[in-house]
Structures are given as structure tokens and as C-alpha cells.
């Protein structure tokens, strides 16, 4: 065989294997470039739903662009698991973030509409946020699509398994964003300018995570449990089994024993210095209290020539929780300069990007140092 036909049988046989997401996956995109890219909510109404005789005939007649959408995931499939395979064979284990929601403009959206909080015009009618916190006095208007829990859990939550399985084979472990919201979600309605107007609604609860362990057996599951907590959300929480998640930066209120310092973990937690969503510790120090800091140099046992952020890093590494993680702007010392997202903004977030240069074989000894020490490493 030479390597065209190779490429040609490989192909098909992606194609079949994942028949049951890249058949919809690629009609959707090739329908998106007849509109010039626009959300499917803009299409001609015939093209809006999924089953109707005007889509199955583009199907019928442009095979090729489907093709075409087939082969760049055939592409990102291959340079994904290889990659996935170095760095298992190092040693090397891959955390990946699963959101609770999806983009309304979306394969996922537009070919389950029913499984979705949707009008008869197949318009959102309430949409997805955060209320008012720290983060926003304003709260966060996400503006996903709402799921339709009654519907998903009549067909025993079959998409839900879907995606936590698919999402198993591209990580080993996988984190859920916003897990709370599986106890009960804010919902906005749709239109409105802020997530201030919303409410609480009672989201699947623990019905969801006992049919997927039905499903899939024992998962390894990170559940972010961040932000707006409550006693019902602890319960969810402790009856799934997950590890929730303690943050080192929300640790020094002066004012309380706080959840996140941790002589308060057990074991089932991951600690992070700060995640994604915070700035790196030199950044957190240019905001926090005189307090806040002094509390922190405190708790730490910080000595004179410590940098803060090393501070930090052990004292993530030397608690009791089951997995430490820090950001790389962490190890390198770095400020709010290299932040990597700032919540509720868009336009200049996920731009830090780590350099080759800013890695040394002092910083790996330091690091291995530290990992050795606290057992890390097993």
C-alpha cells in the first residue's frame, strides 16, 4: 500500500469508530461555513433543525466538507494520543478540565436540542451564570444554554456518560468545572444585561454520578468546588467520593479558621497555590493585607531568604491533601503580569505563554528537591 491509501483506510476507520459524534460534528461545520461561520441561531430556519429534509439533503450533497471536517480531527486525534503517550511513558499524567456547560453555538447544542432549556423557536429561555461574588459585584453571565435535567435523566443520562467517557480517553484525570452547579445552578433569563437578576434551581444531584459509576465503574474525577458553597453541596460532594479542591491564595482571612488552610484538609482534597483563575502568588502579594501576608509569612514558618512564592509551593507540598499542583508562574516567581485569566472579562486572557529560556536545571533540582521531601513522588 502506499502511504495515500494508507491515510485513505485509516480514515475511514476513524470515521467509523467515531460515527456516533463526527458524523453530526462535521454536518454542523460544514453548514456553519455556508452561513460564513455565524452561530447556527442566525441560520435559515430549515437549517436550524437538526432532522429536517433541507439538512439531510446538505448532507447528502456536500460530503465532501464533511470530509474534509472528518479529516482535521482524524489529525488532532493522532497528534493528541501521541503526545499523551510521551508523557505517560515519562511518568507524566494529564489533568483535563471538562466544563459543566457547553457553547450554545455548538455541535452538542444544535443536534440535542431536547436536551436543552429551549423554546419552541429553539431560543434559550434562561441561560447559565454566577451570581455576585468576589470576582464581580455584577455576577457572571456565562450565557450557555441550560440543560434540561428531566429530559436527560429520562434516557438515563446517556449523553453525560458519553462525554465523561470520551473525555477519559483524552486525560487520565479529568477535573469538573463548577461541580456545585450539579446541586442547584444559577439560571438567568435570557436577554438579561448582568447575572444579578437569577435564581438557584436543584440541578441532578447525586442521581447523575451513581448512574455514571453504574455506567463507567470507579472514574477518576476532580470535583471544582469553588465558589458559592452550602451544606447541600458538601453532601453531593462527600456521597460522590470526588476530591474537592483548596486554594492556598483565599486561605489568610484574619478573621476565621478558613476551609483552605491546611491543617483543615483531608486527604480527598487537591490543593493549588491558585488556579487559573487567580493571579500568580507575587500578584496576590501586591493586593493581599498587610494582614493577609503577615499571616501567611506566619503560617509558613517563612524564613528570611524565602521567597513567598516558594512558601507557597511547600506549603501546598507538605500538606496532607492527595495531589499539590501550582502554577508554572508560581515556580518561576512571576506577577499578576502573567496572570493567565481574570474572570468575568474577555479580550486579553490565556495569552501567558512559557518560554524554553525560563527553564533551568536549577529550578528542576529545586522542585525535585521539594517532591522528594514531602513524598510527592509516590
Known sequence: KNAKEEIKED???FHHKHYSWIDGFS?????????????????????????SPEVMEHKENNREEMNFWVFTQYCFYKQWFALKKYANNLGIKIIGDLPIYVSKDSADVWSNPSLFHFDEELMPITVAGNPPDAFSPTGQL???????????EKDGYKWWIYRIKQSL???????????????????????????????????????????????????????EDLGVSSDDVKELLHRTGYPGMKVLQFAFDIEGDSEHLPHNY??????????????PVNGWLKTASDEEKAFARKYFHQCSNEETHWAFIRGA????????????????????MARMNTPSTIGCNWTWRLRSEDLS???AEKIAELTTLYRREL
Open 317 to 336: 507540598w507538605s500538606s496532607t491533601a492527595y495531589l499539590a499542583i501550582a502554577q508554572m508562574q508560581d515556580f518561576l516567581g512571576l506577577d499578576e
Open 169 to 223: 480517553q483524552f486525560y487520565d484525570t479529568l477535573r469538573i468545572d463548577h461541580f456545585r452547579g450539579f446541586e442547584s445552578y444559577w439560571e438567568i433569563k435570557y436577554g438579561a444585561e448582568n447575572a444579578m437578576e437569577g435564581r438557584w434551581v436543584k440541578g441532578p444531584g447525586i442521581k447523575l454520578f451513581d448512574k455514571i459509576k453504574e455506567e463507567l465503574g470507579e472514574v477518576d474525577i476532580i470535583a
Open 11 to 13: 480514515l475511514e476507520h
Open 142 to 152: 456565562w450565557g450557555n444554554p441550560i440543560y434540561n435535567w428531566d429530559a436527560m
Open 27 to 51: 454536518l454542523y461545520m460544514s453548514l456553519k461555513e455556508l452561513y460564513e461561520y455565524r452561530s447556527w441561531k442566525d441560520w435559515d430556519n430549515v437549517h436550524r433543525k437538526y432532522h
Open 361 to 363: 536545571t536549577e529550578l
Open 266 to 279: 483531608n486527604k480527598k482534597t487537591v490543593v493549588y497555590t491558585g488556579t487559573h483563575d487567580n493571579p
